[in-house]
């Protein structure tokens, strides 16, 4: 008899995305149903959506959902959490959302403690604008706002947020992975269910900053950025965790 | 005197530009004219379109329900700009792409295998100036020589474009006049 | 014998599952799906191991892997 | 109804919210309403609900989202800028249908200006500071007993209609004391929204999932939210209109329509006036929006002038002269900065305009 | 005026700001007006000027802020949820009286809503998103070369009044290409504002030192700085009134009023209207505010029904009643969600007013 | 023939502070007096005003200053100095308005690099509306929205400025200070003077965290607050520069 | 039946709560009452003052541009409210602090010395209460008894100040006496 | 000699120079000044070092120091 060893997890829904071939988005999505299915959260996770591509992403997911502005959704998921203690709560967040407009919301979020997980996917873009420059875009990358390639000299140097956020004293889980190759995706889901079993466990806040493609703001082949993102990305947005809870208490 | 047109396909079809060249052509010409995108949801991938209206007159509503062309490069084109077309209207029909029918018999019915003839002039990317030729020829909402002049302009500093995208409008011209 | 199955129609021909597979398993399609893309499809089935790493590495949840009889444990996911 | 006590305005809105099972607060602090702020950070936590303190009018708009967004009653205060910074939050709050309640205790503008007690913010509250077709209900109270008896009622309204509705007190109502009946209920209002479990997200167990969104990318569904909202907004407007009538028997030389605070002064006013053989009444709007358009219609048949007074430069009159469609002169007498004119500058006011029409 | 070029919408508002003099531009990307961003990206540095990709629409309008206070013609784009965002620094830079000129390229609400065009921020933009009595002087063109003119023309009248300017256009203003002659200059015009020498910051070299503030504790500094304010603004509801009228002379069955892209849609309806022997006639207001009021109630004298067609669910309805002062009825007809009605819809809708007037 | 060794710099004006008895905010305004005037930059000067008690500080000096809206003010700062880049300008902020509802405009316009100056004043509490809590507030320490003293579990621990900006890449400078003690305040001033020379030599962003005393609203006595600053601020917020412009170039 | 006072004085000297006392024991018999405090800017320091209306009937304008009384504890405010008090009114004057001359003379005054009393009383900080008792005697907006009885129920819990609040009411109730 | 001169009316009566003088020569005053504060003064003046101590812990720039001849330079300031 035929064992299945890799399907679709129950917490996402069988709708096909509408990101662009190759967009790493969707295994972001992968990862986040299969976590809620192998910790049995599907029927107590809300998750929040964000302003970005993955605006819409609470199509492709089978639980609870609202819908943020751009960058609020940490504040809506603090709502929500502090008034529903007992659901496990996510936000779902591009850079642009997460570390331009929304940072204030970020911060705040995560050096309350709220119980809450955050899972940020940074491309290094703002893709579904049609690749603007983001805080997180690389020095010299070429972006429609940046056209002749990010000048730290006049737009500063990319924003490292998990660095960043991995000061706060308060927060209990941060760590960065990388989903453009299968041995990053097997490590990224590892450090996901640990945030969310954290969660669950009621520890205060976690995030997880995946490193993700943009293929057509790129301009790239799926495949040219994945190694874009081995080469040029990598080596400033360093993988491992940054904050694990066992550090402060 | 009005005309316009739609132009539809995928999103990397060149139908936008397409529809630009015509517009920059109708402007040289010294006629009014509105070229307007359809600007979907803010992520790639889909379907694109543009409309082009080119007037003597002052143009006043940009929206262009019914359109005397439509010019359709895929089917879900076909599917949707089809039906819009105006009685005794003009629809130009890629057929590399399109294999169903358009079922309209109140209209000229133009067919040209855009990709085809571009992938056999060295260039399946130059479809939508095969297809573009072959709507001035149907409906000569500019005169061909002022579009060839714009195209030229526009490829000035990429001679080996120039050369094919030349060759493709007059591949599509040809086509569509045995046709008329 | 392990299996994989591509869902023709959800497949966006990235390729990332054809350059991610150690066993040379799949390659892309020549023709087109209903979405306008060259898709990906098992052609050296009998090579497949059914490590799922072609599954870890789509983005469209395209691909599924069933195993028959033994199942090796390669790594933990 | 209770036994009296004499509260603080700001400090009596926040119990009010508590009596009406509102068990959810969020807020930044800004004078002149920090007080509700202060006193819900002690009385929440007695009654084991949420306090919290955002880290900006910004972000507690979307917190009032997601709470709201969850079932549950919620509720905020601020002032003039901190409301102007929940613009955003509230056309998407408006939209997603979501039934918070929210207080805006008006202080001088625009700007930064200062703390004093201003109405300057009418034309925010009832057109909408946020972008798109969407209406708060929006209540005025003019004494602490009013502001509370409303409270408890946005609540009720809001769950009703599935609809934001936004009080606008000034300055002058956060800061004074008067004596209040607390209302007393005989089973205590849930601080859930009745029917949320069909909206609401709180974890799909058991049933289909809930989304509430904002996003209508597709035109025609856009245009089908944006027709159930104008819907239920017509709805509101057949049901919701209030205003109290002042001496407004009989022909009038003028009609005062004045809200809140500068109401209070314009009754005062009124003692003068008819002491000066006036004939005055007032229409005191308790709902600005919707606003008692017909009522001040129907009245100005028979009066030789209408005046909107306002503790600003002119906002409401607009809508006044909307109602009035020329049938009458529409005056207006105001005043800005935080000053609020005496009973007797209103007197002198409206004498001039009566001159004038 | 020089030769025509064809341009996109966005584009062509780029240009025009550079044209007149504007060397500075803050902006945060939002569909439908990024392109106006992506263009001066590309433009700014090339002319020595300023372009700057701020972290959100609220960092933006203080940006504006810092800039015009320094004495510098300043421009920014946005679209409705971003300009929602903006409230809170709308407020300041009227009540600071800088001469910063702003465009919102309207797309569909509320909420997130689409990106699909609308005029649904007509409310925002005229009553003002923010908190207390100020008001930016508010234009709506209707075509590429308009935006271009108006934009030119809004430096000179953000200079000439200190206060801010607002352009309104819709997504397919922003999206369309249409032939514009760029206006040309004897004299190219000075990135700086005339006479900010007097007040802006620039470092207190050999001067007094200037201040730029939006406080004012004192109540009576308070209300002078409003009458101040609105002393301006009656002088240009005097002097910058601005419409297009087509077809008013004579008798009329139908007044339509429309702005912005929906002028144009109206303006083929109304060739449909006349063929089946309908007269019609339209006002299309150019300024929103200050608005034609008394134009308008003088042509509701000789026509039967007046009607406000806009891409919203019935906002500029409200001025036009105020207008018409009951004296011919008021019809409204409106779509919303990002539909732009065809000119047939138009004219049916139309029709069916007038049946029921 | 008396020397005259200390008084007033001429960038003040000679206004009496509304601030109350003790209130180190004087301190800090005389220090940015000296430094403008040592560095002879008064003629060059920008400030901007917060909304806090130190509103009103424009009324405390001598040079050309803007008043923003509560937590804008390195927004506007970048407006102006965008555009007028021969100016010095600096922004005066207290804890509430930088830390709180100002944090985004602040990470970013560090991380872009704005060369301008921020002096933060951090006094663990919104002194003008009162005494509320701030995100800087310290464990246990009782305001009006936290009566029982802030409990770390639900509101967090106290936010760490200085060292989260820090992780940045492109900000030059970045100094805690304190200034409720001489000692401290010379220290004091030679970081400021620091920050400000920075400007001058053309270098991004820089940012001197004062630790100030609200002896109003810690309901203490000024020498008090002196002393509960030394005792409790001082371990948790550490004084020293946590980056130099050398560490980067 | 309506009394209106304004109670002013340096912020710390208890003139917010003694307004809040008097508005308190109006309440409790029966009558209206509004106390509005002025809250200038949002910062310390300065100076602090309330007005409160007692009446039997509704209170329309809590606005009292000219009150029937004023209660002044130091210099700025005799500046500021001397003047307001309506014609035929009433102003107690804390001489312990005011060193400057009222200029009416179509009002009564009456001279206390708050701060000296409640010195002597054993704490100044109990001057508002001399000075509360004083204004009861002199108005008469409540009864004497009932400003008592909320002064001993607002100090329940603080037996120790409850004594002393009460003998400087009585204080200021005696001094203002001889002086009507 | 060093002369530390006090204005009394910008005191606002904190104290916080009298506890930073090494050398205790201000001391705070029995009477108020115009804002109602007492304030501090010099009362041992001849005590001063003219070390700016005090001028340096004012908030309120109440204080002025200036010196006679030799001025010892105890630390930068
Ligand atoms: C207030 C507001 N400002 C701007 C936008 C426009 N906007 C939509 S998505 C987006 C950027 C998203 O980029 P990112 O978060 O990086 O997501 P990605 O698309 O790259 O996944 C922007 C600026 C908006 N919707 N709302
Ligand atoms: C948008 C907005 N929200 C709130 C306020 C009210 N407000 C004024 S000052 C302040 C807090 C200031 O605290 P902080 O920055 O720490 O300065 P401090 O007074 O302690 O020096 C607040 C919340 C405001 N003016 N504007
Ligand atoms: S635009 Fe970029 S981020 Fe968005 S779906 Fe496409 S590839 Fe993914
Ligand atoms: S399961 Fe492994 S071996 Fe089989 S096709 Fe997928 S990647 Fe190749
Ligand atoms: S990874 Fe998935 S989407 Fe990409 S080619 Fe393979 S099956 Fe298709
Ligand atoms: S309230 Fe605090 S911070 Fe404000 S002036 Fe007084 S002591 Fe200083
Ligand atoms: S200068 Fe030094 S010694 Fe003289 S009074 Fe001041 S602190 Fe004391
Ligand atoms: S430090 Fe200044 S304000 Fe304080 S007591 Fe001394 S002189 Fe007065
Ligand atoms: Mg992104
Ligand atoms: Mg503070």
Redesign the interface.
């Known amino acids: ?8 997890p129950e917490s ?1 829904s069988t709708n ?2 509408h ?9 972001v999505h ?1 990862l986040v149903g299969e976590v809620l299915d192998e910790l049995g959260l599907r029927e107590r996770a809300i998750g929040i959506a964000p302003v970005g591509c993955s605006v819409l992403c609470y199509n492709y997911f089978n639980i609870d959902f609202q819908e943020s502005a751009h960058g609020r959704a940490p504040a809506m998921a603090t709502g929500i959490k502090r008034t529903r203690p007992d659901t496990i709560v996510f936000t779902y967040q591009g850079d642009g959302d997460l570390a331009s407009i929304g940072t204030n919301e970020l911060i705040h979020a995560a050096n309350r403690g709220e119980r809450i997980t955050t899972v940020f996917v940074n491309n290094a873009i703002y893709g579904m604008t049609g690749g603007q420059m983001a805080p997180t875009t690389m020095p010299g990358q070429v972006t429609t706002t940046c056209p002749m390639g990010r000048d730290v000299q006049t737009m500063g140097h990319p924003l490292r947020v998990s660095e960043m956020l991995a000061t706060l004293k308060t927060p209990s889980y941060i760590a960065r992975v990388a989903v453009h ?2 041995s990053y ?2 490590e990224a ?2 450090a996901l269910k640990k945030a969310f079993q954290y969660q669950v466990e009621g520890r205060c806040y976690s995030l997880v900053e995946f490193l993700s493609t943009c ?1 057509t703001n790129w301009a790239m082949t ?2 040219q950025s ?1 190694k874009w993102l081995e080469d040029t990305m990598l080596p400033y947005y360093p993988l491992g965790e940054f904050k694990t809870p066992d550090e402060e208490e | 005197m009005q005309n316009e047109v739609v132009i539809a396909g ?1 999103g990397g079809q060149g139908v936008l530009s397409a529809g630009q060249i015509l517009a920059y052509s109708a402007m040289a010409e010294g006629f009014n004219v509105v070229w307007l995108p359809s600007y979907g949801p803010e992520m790639r991938g889909g379907t694109a379109n543009c409309s082009v209206v080119v007037s003597d007159q002052p143009i006043a509503s940009p929206i262009i329900p019914h359109p005397g062309a439509a010019i359709v490069m ?1 089917n879900p084109s076909l599917e949707r700009f089809g039906p819009a077309v105006k009685a005794g209207g003009i629809i130009i029909i890629n057929t590399s792409l399109i294999n169903i029918k358009c079922q309209r018999d109140d209209v000229t019915q133009i067919n040209i295998g855009a990709n085809q003839v571009a992938m056999d002039l060295g260039n399946g990317k130059a479809a939508n100036m095969v297809i573009l030729g072959a709507y001035v020829a149907a409906t000569k909402a500019v005169s061909f020589d002022v579009l060839k002049a714009t195209v030229r302009e526009k490829f000035a500093r990429k001679p080996q474009f120039e050369e094919l995208n030349m060759r493709a409008l007059d591949a599509g011209f040809e086509l569509a006049g045995k046709q008329m | 014998m392990p ?1 994989v199955t591509i869902e023709k ?2 497949c ?5 599952c054809v ?2 597979c150690p066993q040379q398993v799949l390659e892309m399609s020549l023709d087109i799906n209903v979405k ?2 060259f898709y990906a499809r098992p052609v050296r089935a009998h090579h497949c191991i ?1 490590c ?2 072609c ?7 395209a ?6 009889g033994t ?1 090796y444990h390669y ?3 | 109804m209770g036994k009296k006590v004499l509260m603080k305005g700001n400090e009596a809105i926040g119990e009010a919210a508590i009596l009406a099972g509102c068990r959810a607060y969020f807020c930044y602090p800004i004078t002149p309403q920090t007080e509700v702020a202060e006193y819900l950070a002690r009385r929440m936590p007695e009654v084991g609900g949420t306090f919290l303190q955002g880290e900006s009018e910004v972000a507690v708009s979307y917190m009032l989202f997601g709470a709201g967004g969850a079932g549950v009653k919620v509720f905020t205060s601020s002032s003039s800028p901190g409301i102007s910074l929940m613009a955003e939050g509230m056309s998407y709050i408006a939209t997603a249908e979501l039934p918070i309640v929210l207080i805006n205790v008006m202080r001088n503008g625009p700007g930064l200006g200062g703390i004093l007690p201003a109405q300057a913010d009418y034309f925010q509250a009832t057109k909408g500071a946020g972008h798109g077709d969407y209406h708060f209900i929006v209540l005025a109270p003019s004494s602490v007993q009013e502001a509370v008896d409303l409270i408890v009622k946005s609540f009720d309204m809001a769950e009703k209609y599935s609809n934001p509705v936004m009080l606008v007190a000034d300055g002058m109502i956060g800061q004074m004391m008067e004596p209040v009946e607390l209302p007393t209920f005989d089973e205590p209002p849930s601080p859930y929204v009745k029917g949320h479990e069909k909206w609401a997200t709180t974890g799909a167990k058991g049933r289909e999932r809930n989304l509430v969104k904002t996003l209508f990318l597709n035109p025609h569904e856009g245009q089908d939210h944006n027709v159930k909202l104008q819907t239920k907004y017509k709805e509101i407007e057949a049901n919701e209109i209030a205003f109290e009538e002042i001496d407004t028997d009989g022909d009038l030389d003028v009609l005062l329509v004045s809200f809140g605070t500068m109401a209070r002064v314009c009754k005062t006013a009124m003692e003068s006036l008819k002491a000066e053989g006036v004939k005055v009444g007032m229409l005191r709007p308790i709902s600005l929006w919707p606003f008692p358009l017909q009522r001040i219609r129907d009245l100005a048949d028979k009066t030789k002038l209408v005046v909107s007074v306002e503790l600003s430069m002119g906002q409401m009159v607009e809508d006044v002269e909307r109602a009035v469609q020329g049938k009458t002169p529409v005056g207006f007498f105001g005043r800005a900065g935080g000053i609020v004119p005496t009973p007797d500058e209103v007197k002198d006011g409206i004498l001039n305009l009566m001159k004038e029409s």
């Open positions: 008899m035929a064992t299945t060893v890799f399907k679709r996402m096909i995305t990101y662009c071939p190759g967009c790493t988005h969707g295994i992968r190759k299968p995706v097997i889901k590892r293929p799926p495949s994945t | 995928f895929n | 299996r129609d959800r966006k021909g990235c390729s990332l350059e991610a306008g893309y059914g799922r790493v599954a870890i590495t789509c983005p469209d949840v691909i599924e892997v069933a195993v028959h199942l790594f933990d996911y």
